[in-house]
T-cell receptor, first 114, second 115 residues
Framework: QKEVEQNSGPLSVPEGAIASLNCTYS??????FFWYRQYSGKSPELIMF????GDKEDGRFTAQLNKASQYVSLLIRDSQPSDSATYLC??????????????FGKGTLLTVNP | ETGVTQTPRHLVMGMTNKKSLKCEQH?????MYWYKQSAKKPLELMFV???????ENNSVPSRFSPECPNSSHLFLHLHTLQPEDSALYLC??????????????FGPGTRLTVL
């Protein structure tokens, strides 16, 4: 079964620190990788996506992709208490032929302490 | 209204009731999805519709019945549910379905409790 694995946490960091969230996936054919943030009791909201190996930066967020290692990460610089949430890694996995579907990890709970 | 909306936001029903969840997207997308989110489990894909045609049904029990009358609206009809069906039901939409780079946008969800 094609899977997406995340450390469930909780990951606790002090305010202002860098939070590092990690995700591994099993399908080598995966093309696209997404990070969603989900506050307690709310729905997932897209933070960013990455398709190519390397880093992609958007404000305080940096996504890193290493397809050879089947590893994608999200770094949050200058972490704020408002960043406290569950972060979901989602991978576009081939479901047959040219079709892909999004498979989610269980999420990592991040707590940023003031 | 913008984005993806869902109604009702909360629903409590007995095992013999029949109810429906509604989702509407205002993004001009062609694909819509139903997901189930239970505590400590990953998001589970239930159904996918592309241009009003069901393209995926992930072995979901028949007590869940989807309907997609047009590309902007999606329903999930519920009947004779079980307590273990209590969960957050999320609707999402994307420009197309099945593409490697399709980005999905979620509605606020319906918190369902089955007594």
């Amino acid at each position: 079964q094609k899977e997406v694995e995340q450390n469930s946490g909780p990951l606790s960091v002090p305010e202002g620190a860098i939070a590092s969230l990690n995700c591994t996936y099993s399908d080598r054919g995966s093309q696209s990788f997404f990070w969603y943030r989900q506050y307690s009791g709310k729905s997932p909201e897209l933070i960013m996506f990455i398709y190519s190996n390397g880093d992609k930066e958007d404000g305080r967020f940096t996504a890193q992709l290493n397809k050879a290692s089947q590893y994608v990460s999200l770094l949050i610089r200058d972490s704020q208490p408002s960043d406290s949430a569950t972060y979901l890694c989602a991978v576009s996995i081939n479901s047959g032929g040219s079709n892909y579907k999004l498979t989610f990890g269980k999420g990592t709970l991040l707590t940023v302490n003031p | 209204e913008t984005g993806v909306t869902q109604t009702p936001r909360h629903l409590v029903m007995g095992m013999t009731n029949k109810k429906s969840l509604k989702c509407e997207q205002h993004l001009g997308h062609n694909a819509m999805y139903w997901y189930k989110q239970s505590a400590k489990k990953p998001l589970e894909l239930m159904f996918v519709y592309s241009l009003e045609e069901r393209v995926e049904n992930n072995s979901v029990p028949s007590r869940f019945s989807p309907e997609c009358p047009n590309s902007s609206h999606l329903f999930l009809h519920l009947h004779t549910l079980q307590p273990e069906d209590s969960a957050l039901y999320l609707c999402a939409s994307s420009h197309t379905s099945g593409g490697a780079s399709d980005t999905q946008y979620f509605g606020p969800g319906t918190r369902l409790t089955v007594l």
